[in-house]
Protein backbone atom coordinates (compact mmCIF):
# COMPACT_ATOMS: atom_id res chain seq x y z
CA UNK A 1 0.00 0.00 0.00
CA UNK A 2 1.43 3.41 -0.88
CA UNK A 3 -0.09 6.88 0.36
CA UNK A 4 -0.20 10.32 -0.88
CA UNK A 5 -1.41 13.62 0.89
CA UNK A 6 -4.08 15.71 -1.02
CA UNK A 7 -3.81 19.45 -1.07
CA UNK A 8 -6.51 19.73 1.80
CA UNK A 9 -4.48 17.71 4.15
CA UNK A 10 -5.75 14.23 3.41
CA UNK A 11 -3.67 10.72 3.39
CA UNK A 12 -5.18 8.62 1.29
CA UNK A 13 -4.18 4.92 0.78
CA UNK A 14 -3.49 3.40 -2.73
CA UNK A 15 -4.29 -0.27 -2.96
CA UNK A 16 -4.48 -1.84 -6.45
CA UNK A 17 -5.53 -5.25 -5.94
CA UNK A 18 -8.76 -7.46 -8.50
CA UNK A 19 -11.36 -5.61 -6.32
CA UNK A 20 -9.68 -2.06 -7.21
CA UNK A 21 -9.15 -2.80 -10.87
CA UNK A 22 -12.79 -4.36 -11.13
CA UNK A 23 -14.19 -0.71 -9.52
CA UNK A 24 -11.85 1.06 -11.81
CA UNK A 25 -13.25 -0.70 -15.37
CA UNK A 26 -16.87 -0.35 -13.66
CA UNK A 27 -16.75 3.49 -12.89
CA UNK A 28 -14.60 4.33 -15.99
CA UNK A 29 -14.38 1.70 -18.42
CA UNK A 30 -10.33 2.13 -18.32
CA UNK A 31 -8.40 -1.45 -17.44
CA UNK A 32 -5.89 -1.36 -15.62
CA UNK A 33 -4.48 -4.05 -17.02
CA UNK A 34 -3.74 -2.71 -19.84
CA UNK A 35 -0.46 -1.49 -18.24
CA UNK A 36 1.04 -4.19 -19.12
CA UNK A 37 1.38 -3.07 -22.39
CA UNK A 38 2.80 0.41 -21.58
CA UNK A 39 0.09 2.44 -23.36
CA UNK A 40 -2.15 2.74 -20.41
CA UNK A 41 1.04 4.06 -18.11
CA UNK A 42 1.41 7.18 -20.47
CA UNK A 43 -2.27 7.54 -20.38
CA UNK A 44 -2.39 8.45 -16.60
CA UNK A 45 0.99 10.19 -17.08
CA UNK A 46 -0.07 12.79 -19.78
CA UNK A 47 -3.85 13.14 -19.07
CA UNK A 48 -3.88 14.25 -15.02
CA UNK A 49 -8.03 14.22 -14.71
CA UNK A 50 -8.23 10.65 -15.99
CA UNK A 51 -5.12 9.72 -13.72
CA UNK A 52 -7.40 11.59 -10.35
CA UNK A 53 -10.54 10.20 -11.52
CA UNK A 54 -8.69 6.52 -12.03
CA UNK A 55 -6.76 7.14 -8.19
CA UNK A 56 -10.50 8.29 -6.98
CA UNK A 57 -11.85 5.04 -8.33
CA UNK A 58 -9.73 3.37 -6.55
CA UNK A 59 -10.17 4.80 -3.17
CA UNK A 60 -13.35 5.29 -3.80
CA UNK A 61 -14.14 2.90 -0.12
CA UNK A 62 -11.96 5.22 1.76
CA UNK A 63 -13.41 8.11 0.00
CA UNK A 64 -16.94 7.26 1.08
CA UNK A 65 -15.92 6.75 4.68
CA UNK A 66 -14.62 9.96 4.92
CA UNK A 67 -17.35 11.50 2.87
CA UNK A 68 -15.39 12.97 0.07
CA UNK A 69 -17.23 13.27 -3.18
CA UNK A 70 -15.47 12.75 -6.37
CA UNK A 71 -15.74 16.76 -6.80
CA UNK A 72 -13.98 17.28 -3.43
CA UNK A 73 -11.64 15.12 -4.36
CA UNK A 74 -10.67 16.46 -7.37
CA UNK A 75 -10.51 19.68 -6.00
CA UNK A 76 -8.00 18.91 -3.86
CA UNK A 77 -5.96 17.76 -6.79
CA UNK A 78 -3.47 19.95 -8.06
CA UNK A 79 0.44 20.61 -8.45
CA UNK A 80 2.47 18.45 -6.03
CA UNK A 81 -0.41 16.54 -4.80
CA UNK A 82 -0.87 14.82 -8.60
CA UNK A 83 3.19 13.88 -8.70
CA UNK A 84 2.70 12.12 -5.59
CA UNK A 85 -0.70 10.37 -6.14
CA UNK A 86 0.93 9.30 -9.79
CA UNK A 87 4.32 7.78 -8.06
CA UNK A 88 1.44 6.12 -5.46
CA UNK A 89 -0.70 4.74 -8.23
CA UNK A 90 1.80 3.52 -10.63
CA UNK A 91 3.93 2.45 -7.99
CA UNK A 92 0.96 0.07 -6.65
CA UNK A 93 0.00 -1.26 -10.19
CA UNK A 94 3.29 -2.62 -10.66
CA UNK A 95 3.55 -4.28 -7.27
CA UNK A 96 0.16 -5.63 -8.37
CA UNK A 97 1.46 -7.94 -10.61
CA UNK A 98 3.09 -11.60 -10.80
CA UNK A 99 6.92 -11.24 -10.31
CA UNK A 100 7.95 -11.34 -14.81
CA UNK A 101 5.11 -8.82 -15.88
CA UNK A 102 6.16 -6.99 -12.58
CA UNK A 103 9.56 -6.89 -14.29
CA UNK A 104 8.34 -5.64 -17.41
CA UNK A 105 6.32 -3.11 -15.67
CA UNK A 106 8.71 -1.64 -13.67
CA UNK A 107 11.12 -1.52 -16.79
CA UNK A 108 8.72 0.54 -19.20
CA UNK A 109 8.16 3.04 -15.72
CA UNK A 110 11.78 3.69 -15.41
CA UNK A 111 12.17 4.45 -19.10
CA UNK A 112 8.84 6.57 -19.03
CA UNK A 113 10.37 8.34 -16.00
CA UNK A 114 13.92 8.44 -17.99
CA UNK A 115 12.34 9.99 -21.02
CA UNK A 116 9.81 12.38 -18.68
CA UNK A 117 13.27 14.14 -17.50
CA UNK A 118 14.76 14.06 -20.99
CA UNK A 119 11.82 15.83 -22.07
CA UNK A 120 11.44 18.53 -19.08
CA UNK A 121 15.54 18.76 -19.90
CA UNK A 122 15.23 19.53 -23.27
CA UNK A 123 12.81 22.15 -22.35
CA UNK A 124 14.65 23.71 -19.67
CA UNK A 125 17.49 24.17 -22.21
CA UNK A 126 15.38 25.53 -25.15
CA UNK A 127 13.92 28.58 -22.69
CA UNK A 128 17.71 28.98 -21.33
CA UNK A 129 19.04 29.12 -24.55
CA UNK A 130 20.30 32.42 -26.07
CA UNK A 131 19.01 31.72 -29.36
CA UNK A 132 15.43 31.93 -27.95
CA UNK A 133 15.98 35.19 -26.71
CA UNK A 134 17.19 36.16 -30.22
CA UNK A 135 14.11 35.11 -31.94
CA UNK A 136 11.97 36.73 -29.54
CA UNK A 137 14.13 39.74 -29.41
CA UNK A 138 14.05 39.59 -33.40
CA UNK A 139 9.88 39.11 -33.60
CA UNK A 140 9.37 42.03 -30.93
CA UNK A 141 11.65 44.17 -33.58
CA UNK A 142 9.01 42.96 -36.17
CA UNK A 143 6.45 44.48 -34.73
CA UNK A 144 5.01 47.98 -36.14
CA UNK A 145 6.42 50.84 -34.00
CA UNK A 146 4.23 51.79 -31.52
CA UNK A 147 3.72 48.34 -30.43
CA UNK A 148 6.63 47.46 -29.18
CA UNK A 149 8.80 48.25 -31.82
CA UNK A 150 12.73 49.23 -31.86
CA UNK A 151 12.56 50.97 -28.55
CA UNK A 152 10.67 47.23 -26.68
CA UNK A 153 8.42 50.34 -24.75
CA UNK A 154 5.15 49.61 -23.63
CA UNK A 155 2.31 52.47 -24.94
CA UNK A 156 1.59 54.73 -21.74
CA UNK A 157 -1.24 54.20 -19.62
CA UNK A 158 -5.17 55.68 -20.62
CA UNK A 159 -5.87 55.87 -16.79
Do not use: N, Q
Given at each position: MKTFNDNAGRTW????NVDAIKRVKSLLSVNLMDAVEGKLLERLVSDPVLLC?????????????????????????AGDAIDLATTALLEEL??????A????????????????SM?????????DSPELERQMQDALNSLPSGIGGSSGSLPGSSA
Open positions: TVTVDVIYAVCKSEADAKGVTDEDFGRAMVDFFPLRRRLLRKALEKLRKLEAMSAAEDRL
